[in-house]
Nanobody, 125 residues
Framework: QVQLVESGGGLVQAGGSLRLSCAASDRTLSTNTMAWFRQAPGKEREFLAAITSNIDHTSYADSVKGRFTISRDNAKNMVYLQMNSLEAEDTAVYYC??????????????????WGQGTQVTVSS
């Protein structure tokens, strides 16, 4: 069973940056569309960004477009989320997810069948 493990979360001041990482336990991640979501207390899980396996397509939520960048290194089985100009509203638990079926950078969380345990990001204002 492939596992996803996020890291890189923490406490940062508003306007600062963080880079989240997501590591897969085996090489199958390189064939999957990958995405980042987040969930704040009392809110639904929110799509942030997705990237296809061959890196030919990415998609972003309007709320993070221009501030967040998704990338991947298939040789290292890693996916990243670079977050700049962070705001207090970005405070949430951040999850990476894999769609092991489609080659499509979709925003629907039901497309993603494999999830990490999440990493907390707290932005102080």
């Amino acid at each position: 069973q492939v596992q996803l493990v996020e890291s890189g979360g923490g406490l940062v001041q508003a306007g600062g940056s963080l880079r989240l990482s997501c590591a897969a336990s085996d090489r199958t991640l390189s064939t999957n569309t990958m995405a980042w979501f987040r969930q704040a207390p009392g809110k639904e899980r929110e799509f942030l960004a997705a990237i296809t396996s061959n890196i030919d397509h990415t998609s972003y939520a309007d709320s993070v477009k221009g501030r967040f960048t998704i990338s991947r290194d298939n040789a290292k089985n890693m996916v990243y989320l670079q977050m700049n100009s962070l705001e207090a509203e970005d405070t949430a638990v951040y999850y990476c997810a894999a769609d092991q079926i489609r080659n499509y950078a979709g925003s629907n969380p039901t497309y993603y069948n494999l999830w990490g345990q999440g990493t907390q990001v707290t932005v102080s204002s």
